[in-house]
Structures are given as C-alpha cells and as structure tokens.
C-alpha cells in the first residue's frame, strides 16, 4: 500500500526512519531561516511566532503520515487490510 501527500499524484510518503530524518532536516533549515529573520528585525517575532506553530503543524502532518505509511506495511496490518 502507497501514501502520498496531498492526492493520487503527490509525493509518496517514505519510510519511518527516512521521514523522520527528513523532518529534522526541515527544521534545522527553518531554524536557522527564521534566527536570520529575527536578528535582522527582532520586531518580526509575532509573524515569526505564528510562522513557527504553522511548520510544526505541518511536521506533525508529516510525522504522521511517515507513521502510517510504516504501520501499513507490517504484515499485520495487510493481514487486516485483506479481511474486509
């Protein structure tokens, strides 16, 4: 079974392991976007704020797709799968 973000033609959604490495490596290039940001105009850091709340819903959104993906490929869940 195939996960893809978004519809039929989206990205697929990787491994566990590799979504996860994925997540972290997003997080350090915002991270380190947004210090930028606020050392150049520390009165951004409300938009910034807001800005950081929305990526991590995002990287949840990620996470958990990451997650599912992996659960469906365990043979228990493909055993299920094929019950119904």
């Known amino acids: 079974m195939k996960f893809r973000f978004g519809s039929k033609g989206g990205d697929e959604v990787a491994g566990l392991e590799q979504s996860l490495r994925d997540l972290q490596s997003q997080l350090g ?10 050392t150049a105009d520390p009165s951004a850091f409300a938009d910034l704020e807001a800005q950081a709340h929305l990526t991590f819903k995002q990287l949840a959104d990620r996470c958990t797709a990451g997650l599912l993906a992996h659960a469906a490929r365990q043979p228990a869940c493909a055993n299920a799968a094929q019950k119904k």
């Open 29 to 38: 290039e915002h991270q380190k976007r947004w210090a930028e940001q606020l």
